[in-house]
C-alpha cells in the first residue's frame, strides 16, 4: 500500500511540474493558455500513463500452476463412476427412488456378512445397524442429502 502511495504521490509531483512547465511554455510563446483545461489536459495524461505503467509493471511471469481436479468420469473405475452416477441421479430424481437405498443395504449386508456372519434381517442385524439406518433401510424410498449419504455409509464401515 505504502508503495502505491508512493508511485502516485511520485505522479502528482510530475503532474503539478508539468502543469507549471507547460503554463511557462504557453505563457513565453504568448499563446494565453486557459490553466483550468490545461491542469484538466495534464491530469488526464498523469492518469492515463500511471494506469498504463500500472498495467505494465506486472508483466513477469507468473509460476503459479493451477492444478486441474481430474474428474471421477475419468478415473477409469468403474464402480467408482456407477456409485457417482447414482448418487447424481437420486438427487436430480423428481421422486425419491429406491436405487440408491437398495445400494446402501447391498452394503450393509455385505458388511454385516463379512465382519459378524450375519445378515440384515437377522435379529442381531438390527442392533449393529441402529435404529436410524434401519429405519432408512427398511422404510419407504426417500430423498437423501448428502450429509445423510455420507452418515450412513460411516456408520456401515464402522459396523
Given at each position: 500500500m505504502r508503495r502505491l502511495r508512493t508511485r502516485w504521490g511520485r505522479r502528482l509531483v510530475g503532474g503539478v511540474a508539468g502543469f507549471l512547465g507547460a503554463e511557462l511554455l504557453l505563457t513565453l510563446v504568448d499563446a494565453g493558455p486557459d490553466p483550468l483545461r490545461l491542469a484538466l489536459l495534464v491530469a488526464t495524461c498523469t492518469v492515463l500513463l500511471g494506469l498504463v505503467l500500472d498495467a505494465l509493471d506486472d508483466a513477469e511471469p507468473s509460476w503459479s500452476v493451477e492444478v486441474e481436479e481430474p474428474s471421477v468420469r475419468d478415473s477409469g473405475e468403474t464402480r467408482m463412476v456407477r456409485y457417482v452416477g447414482l448418487i447424481e441421479a437420486h438427487e436430480s430424481s423428481r421422486a425419491p427412488d429406491r436405487?440408491?437405498?437398495?445400494?446402501?443395504?447391498?452394503?450393509?449386508?455385505?458388511?454385516?456378512?463379512?465382519?459378524?456372519?450375519?445378515?440384515?434381517?437377522?435379529?442381531?442385524?438390527?442392533?449393529?445397524?441402529?435404529?436410524?439406518?434401519?429405519?432408512?433401510?427398511?422404510?419407504?424410498?426417500?430423498?437423501?442429502?448428502r450429509a445423510e449419504i455420507s452418515h450412513y455409509l460411516s456408520t456401515i464401515e464402522e459396523l
Open positions: 436405487a440408491l437405498r437398495d445400494r446402501l443395504g447391498v452394503l450393509a449386508d455385505q458388511v454385516l456378512q463379512q465382519r459378524h456372519g450375519l445378515r440384515r434381517d437377522d435379529p442381531g442385524a438390527g442392533v449393529l445397524l441402529g435404529p436410524e439406518l434401519s429405519e432408512m433401510l427398511d422404510g419407504p424410498p426417500r430423498r437423501l442429502s
